[in-house]
Nanobody
Framework: QVQVVESGGGLVQAGGSLRLSCVVS????????MTWARQGSEKQHEFVAT???????DYADSVRGRFAISRDNAKNTVYLQMNSLKPEDTSIYYC???????????WGQGTQVTVSS
């Protein structure tokens, strides 16, 4: 059974930092593209950051330069370091694992991030 579990959310003041973690089990995480997304205004997933199975990264323009995605394959864990947080970063943050060839993907339940002004 595949599980994707996010943690690390919380309440932080604007300008502060948080580090989110995403632990996956039941799959070999190193084979998967890992992505962080957040709930958008229309309740859809809004792309935040991604890291390929080869370590290539990409970011949404709104977070580029403030957020950093990384992975520790030995721990089957992906991180999202969030710095210089803004109130508009407030959302539920989700982690997903997608196989680059089969496109099979798995999502976690999300972790709440709240940034106060």
């Amino acid at each position: 059974q595949v599980q994707v579990v996010e943690s690390g959310g919380g309440l932080v003041q604007a300008g502060g930092s948080l580090r989110l973690s995403c632990v996956v089990s039941g799959i070999i995480a190193s084979e998967y593209v890992m992505t962080w997304a957040r709930q958008g205004s229309e309740k859809q997933h809004e792309f935040v950051a991604t890291i390929s199975n080869l370590g290539d990264t990409d970011y949404a323009d709104s977070v580029r330069g403030r957020f950093a995605i990384s992975r520790d394959n030995a721990k089957n864990t992906v991180y999202l370091q969030m710095n210089s947080l803004k109130p508009e970063d407030t959302s539920i943050y989700y982690c997903s694992a997608r196989h680059p060839f089969t496109a099979r993907d798995y999502w976690g339940q999300g972790t709440q991030v709240t940034v106060s002004s």
